[in-house]
Every structure is written in C-alpha cells, then in structure tokens.
C-alpha cells in the first residue's frame, strides 16, 4: 500500500520578491489575511532567525517597532531589498518565494510560537 502524503503548505498564498526589487503579495494570501482585492495596503514584516520563517502581519493588528510597507493595488512594493537586508537572506538569484505555513494565522498553530495577528512563511527549497 502506498501512502500520498499531504502538505499543510498552501500553494496559492505566498510573498514574493521577484528579480525587479519588488515584493509580491499573492491574491490567495490577500484572501487569508482579508485585504480586498484592488486597494492598496501596508505589512509589517519581520525574520525569525531561528527558524528562518519570513514573519507578515497587518500594521494595525501586531504592535511591530517598525515602519510598514506600503503596497499597491496589485499587492506589489518596491522594498524587497529592504526585506533581505533586514532577515539578512541571500539568495543566489531572485525571484524567491516564501509560501504560507499552515492555513492562517501563525498563532493558531501551536507549533509556531507567534503573536495573535501574524503569519509565517517558509522559503521555497
């Protein structure tokens, strides 16, 4: 008997920072987090050193010590450097993709130690 196994990791909500110098927000993960679509929108973000996780959370539900990121009504941000810099991340060559952890909110999952409010991504392999 063969065993298919499953993956929590959702497909279709990821960040990306493409090769333009832009951060990307999919319109599966503007769905989850509840922004609505065509209007612009600002993140905070922040890097688990740790665990290398990617940390996302909207401005006005996580009380982050940093200034947000203010993104289009594409769901696009010219900062993706900003981004690396900060988590101090290199990649070989962009675009990379980080996808969501689970299906929502970092703290509703008890294996991810975060505040109410943010989300967890995981980069691509």
């Known amino acids: 008997m063969?065993?298919?196994?499953i993956s929590s990791q959702s497909n279709n909500a990821f960040i990306t920072l493409d090769n333009q110098g832009r951060i990307a927000i999919s319109a599966g993960l503007r769905d989850i987090i509840?922004?609505?679509r065509k209007t612009p929108f600002a993140l905070v973000f922040g890097y688990d050193a740790e665990t290398g996780y990617?940390?996302?959370?909207?401005?006005?539900?996580?009380?982050a010590d940093a200034e947000p990121f203010k993104?289009?009504?594409?769901?696009y941000?010219?900062?993706a450097a900003t981004v690396l810099k900060g988590a101090?991340?290199?990649i070989k060559a962009p675009p990379v993709r980080f996808y969501l952890i689970g299906d929502g909110e970092a703290a509703k999952q008890a294996h991810l130690p975060y505040p109410k409010?943010?989300?967890a991504f995981r980069m691509e392999d």
């Open 77 to 79: 941000c010219k900062r």
């Open 88 to 90: 101090d991340i290199t």
């Open 54 to 63: 990617l940390i996302a959370g909207k401005p006005e539900l996580v009380k």
């Open 2 to 5: 063969a065993i298919t196994w």
């Open 34 to 36: 509840g922004i609505p």
């Open 117 to 119: 409010g943010v989300y």
């Open 71 to 75: 993104f289009d009504t594409r769901g």
